[in-house]
């Protein structure tokens, strides 16, 4: 059994009832190491609250349930000072406690982890929040967590980061704090990652940033001079317009290095999850690519088995599902060298400028839409408007010419 604490003030109804009314508990007994137990008087019946060290020198502190100063204990919202001692244990425990303990933020993300491993998901949307959570919020049980501390949490994030990528991290989040409450029905705060966590306003838009030919040309040209393998890996994605988690999984068998026509069969980017992500991960398509790539591709690859990375990092390595993790720092020195933000351009502005190059050219939007794995719809809806902005040149050649007659001198006005 375990060892209960005593103490004088507050383990008896008619000591606590001696006590002031106040906002701020009283002190009550450490129950462990980092735990305490506390005690608010009311005008009614009290309450006992839970006080807990999150292991980084702060603590949290949350509402047990109320005293039996009047009326009698029955085990679950109202508990005598020796049964809240137990509460507030099994509380603060969080996920190491067993497997009847509350599970901690830090507890959901790895259980959402290894849902999204298991549903051949990418694990990096469980991994992301830990990056930029709070070692106090980490720590927190998920059925303490309250509203005001995770709008703070999410508002503090508007220094570092466009709204539109905090309503992304957000939403990782509250996946993994939903996955949480559907496997314990203890936690019924769902309200407080439903408004905490609500998304921004103003955030939808899409922030592509287009570049000119000349520029990728230089994003290209730099990123060989800073790192060579990163340079074949920025060429493909500036060719081809894929995205980064796609080309990283593009295999030595994938490459055709024919001389006139060369090509890489593409892996989908299986986005949307659902039951054939699976089976998208695993189908491929026809993208052209330059003889000089090709080249490029061939000469890196050299030796090596069919079934192996056709991209690699300069140690061998395979880039990973999400290599934006490893080469962030060297993509912001490049964007830097070449005279841009790079609090506004990523790489993925390299696919934004290959999809309004080809509409640019003419090719049918449909033809562009595949070779970029996505959808006329969202072609239409994300690009049409860069598509007017750098099609000055195009549409003034469509414009009805004020010809003068023949023979005739056009006056001047």
């Known amino acids: 059994?375990?060892?209960?604490?005593?103490?004088?003030?507050?383990?008896?109804?008619?000591?606590?009832?001696?006590?002031?009314?106040?906002?701020?508990?009283?002190?009550?007994?450490?129950?462990?190491?980092?735990?305490?137990?506390?005690?608010?008087?009311?005008?009614?019946?009290?309450?006992?609250?839970?006080?807990?060290?999150?292991?980084?020198?702060?603590?949290?502190?949350?509402?047990?349930?109320?005293?039996?100063?009047?009326?009698?204990?029955?085990?679950?919202?109202?508990?005598?000072?020796?049964?809240?001692?137990?509460?507030?244990?099994?509380?603060?425990?969080?996920?190491?406690?067993?497997?009847?303990?509350?599970?901690?933020?830090?507890?959901?993300?790895?259980?959402?982890?290894?849902?999204?491993?298991?549903?051949?998901?990418?694990?990096?949307?469980?991994?992301?929040?830990?990056?930029?959570?709070?070692?106090?919020?980490?720590?927190?049980?998920?059925?303490?967590?309250?509203?005001?501390?995770?709008?703070?949490?999410?508002?503090?994030?508007?220094?570092?980061?466009?709204?539109?990528?905090?309503?992304?991290?957000?939403?990782?989040?509250?996946?993994?704090?939903?996955?949480?409450?559907?496997?314990?029905?203890?936690?019924?705060?769902?309200?407080?990652?439903?408004?905490?966590?609500?998304?921004?306003?103003?955030?939808?838009?899409?922030?592509?940033?287009?570049?000119?030919?000349?520029?990728?040309?230089?994003?290209?040209?730099?990123?060989?001079?800073?790192?060579?393998?990163?340079?074949?890996?920025?060429?493909?994605?500036?060719?081809?317009?894929?995205?980064p988690s796609q080309a990283v999984r593009l295999r030595v068998a994938d490459l055709d290095a024919h001389l006139v026509r060369p090509k890489v069969s593409m892996p989908k980017s299986a986005k949307g999850g659902g039951r054939n992500r699976a089976k998208k991960r695993h189908e491929r398509y026809s993208v052209p690519i330059t003889v000089q790539l090709a080249a490029e591709l061939r000469e890196s690859s050299k030796g090596r088995a069919d079934d192996t990375p056709l991209l690699l990092q300069s140690d061998g390595t395979p880039w990973g599902d999400n290599p934006g993790q490893t080469y962030h720092r060297q993509i912001d020195k490049i964007v830097t060298a070449i005279g841009l933000d790079p609090a506004i351009v990523t790489v993925y502005a390299l696919r934004h400028s290959s999809i309004v190059r080809m509409l640019l050219q003419n090719i049918p939007i449909r033809l562009v839409a595949s070779l970029h794995n996505t959808s006329v719809a969202m072609i239409e809806r994300t690009y049409s408007k860069y598509i007017t902005e750098h099609s000055d040149d195009i549409s003034r050649r469509a414009l009805l010419q004020d010809e003068p007659p023949s023979g005739e001198k056009r006056s001047l006005r």
């Open 1 to 243: 059994m375990a060892r209960k604490v005593r103490h004088t003030a507050l383990e008896s109804r008619s000591a606590r009832l001696k006590l002031q009314v106040r906002r701020k508990p009283y002190p009550g007994p450490s129950l462990a190491r980092g735990v305490s137990l506390l005690y608010r008087r009311n005008r009614t019946n009290g309450t006992w609250v839970v006080k807990a060290s999150d292991g980084h020198g702060a603590y949290w502190t949350k509402r047990i349930a109320d005293a039996d100063d009047f009326d009698e204990a029955n085990g679950k919202d109202i508990l005598t000072f020796f049964e809240a001692q137990d509460a507030a244990k099994r509380l603060a425990r969080g996920d190491s406690g067993g497997d009847n303990a509350p599970i901690s933020v830090d507890g959901a993300l790895t259980a959402y982890e290894a849902d999204l491993k298991a549903r051949s998901s990418n694990p990096y949307n469980a991994q992301w929040p830990r990056v930029h959570l709070t070692s106090v919020l980490l720590a927190k049980p998920v059925i303490v967590l309250t509203s005001n501390e995770l709008q703070k949490w999410r508002d503090s994030l508007l220094t570092k980061m466009a709204p539109s990528t905090i309503n992304r991290l957000c939403g990782c989040l509250c996946a993994a704090l939903e996955l949480a409450a559907q496997h314990d029905q203890r936690i019924q705060n769902k309200q407080a990652w439903d408004v905490g966590l609500a998304g921004l306003p103003d955030a939808q838009e899409a922030r592509n940033v287009i570049l000119s030919d000349q520029k990728v040309r230089a994003f290209v040209e730099t990123a060989y001079a800073l790192d060579h393998k990163l340079g074949l890996l920025v060429e493909t994605l500036a060719i081809t317009g894929a995205r």
